[in-house]
Structures are given as C-alpha cells and as structure tokens.
C-alpha cells in the first residue's frame, strides 16, 4: 500500500513540474508577434544579375549550370519538372510518371520532349537577357539550388516551358519575389497549361502511341 502511494505521489509531481513548464512556454510565446510573412521571408530572394549559362553535359530544361561572379551554380527550377532527356536505371519510373501526365506518351516520345525542353531553355538563356532570383534553398541533398529565371518580358522560366508545352507543373513551389502567393502562381501556370493543351502545344499535340492487341 506504501508503494503504490509513492508511486501516486511520484506521478502527481510529475504532472506538476510538466504543467509549470508548460505555462512558462505559454507565458513566454504568448505576446510574440504573429508574422504575416510567408515562411521564405526569414530567407530572402537573391538576384544574381549578368549571369551566364555554361555549357554542361548535365543540363536539361529545368536544370542548368550558370557562371555569376567568379563561381559556377547548378540551379533548379520551382515549381516545373521537364521530362528526362535519356533512359537511364535511375530515372526510368519518373520517366513512365512523366509520360502518364502527358496523356500516355511512350518513353521515347517522352524523353524527345526532354530534349526539346533543354533546347529551348538554352535558346532562351544564350539569346535573351535575364536574371536569377534564388534563396540558395537545397534541392534534397544535392549540390543544386532551386531558382527562379526571368526575362525582360517580365515572364519566368517556367511560364515558358508550361506555355510550349514541354514541361509538367510538378515539384517544390515558392512564394514568388513580387509577393505573389505559391498558390497564386501555380493557379496561373495551370491555366496556361490549359491554354497550351487547347493548342495542342509540345506534348498535347503528340499522338498517343496504339496500345498492341495480341491475338488469343
């Protein structure tokens, strides 16, 4: 009967000490500012003005190595991910999901469309003038950092591959530099893929590969 009492009393303190530190904790948070930034605000846009696209053999539509300043940064864009240029172990599922967005490509179909998105990216970068917005947030545990690339026409990167139809919206968005909501862009570029499949545009213009029928 002493035991179980001294048990009663060791849980009672305990539930004692965890509701004192629980009021600190709320005495402490209960007057700080509610923030109405969004969560990247702690981290801010950089522009990386004159930068140079380098040639690499890495570089696809939506990931590119660039010189700025002395140093060379391989960069991800937000919010678009463009079809795999070659078939490879590694990428063979993302090439059959990215194949199923487009309606039912074939891999071959799909992987055409890749080169199609790395030489438009390219063209863009090698021919018009732009600059990179980037938090030099990590892609996973890689060496690139995603970013955002616009041109003088006040368009981004993204716009243009969703718009030729050579992209699919899928991967990590962002609150945009002018303020404008992550959700608010995606919106946008949705409706421009909506656009580009009523025109028939990159992939939605490609004809969907016959399934075979074999004979019982």
Request: glycine share 6%; proline share 5%; with cysteine.
């Amino acid at each position: 009967m002493k035991r179980r009492s001294s048990r009663g009393s060791r849980f009672l303190w305990g539930l004692l000490w965890l509701s004192l530190a629980l009021l600190q904790a709320w005495n402490h948070y209960r007057d700080k500012p509610v923030s109405t930034q969004p969560p990247e605000a702690e981290s801010r846009f950089v522009a990386l003005a004159d930068a140079q696209l380098v040639e690499d053999a890495g570089n696809d539509g939506d990931s590119f190595k660039i010189a700025h300043d002395g140093s060379e940064h391989v960069l991800r864009l937000y919010f678009v991910d463009c079809p795999e240029k070659r078939l490879y172990p590694l990428v063979k599922n993302r090439l059959k999901d990215q194949a199923a967005y487009f309606g039912g490509l074939s891999i071959p179909q799909t992987e055409s469309l890749g080169l199609e998105a790395k030489a438009l990216t390219e063209k863009l970068l090698h021919e018009q003038r732009f600059s990179i917005q980037t938090r030099w947030e990590r892609v996973y545990d890689s060496a690139r950092s995603y970013a955002l690339v616009f041109f003088d026409d006040g368009e981004e990167l993204s716009e243009k591959l969703v718009r030729a139809g050579l992209c699919r919206i899928h991967t990590k968005g962002t609150w945009m530099p002018d303020g404008r909501r992550e959700f608010d862009f995606e919106t946008h570029l949705r409706a421009l893929e909506k656009e580009a499949k009523a025109a028939k545009r990159g992939a939605w213009g490609r004809a969907k590969p016959v399934p075979s029928t074999s004979n019982p």
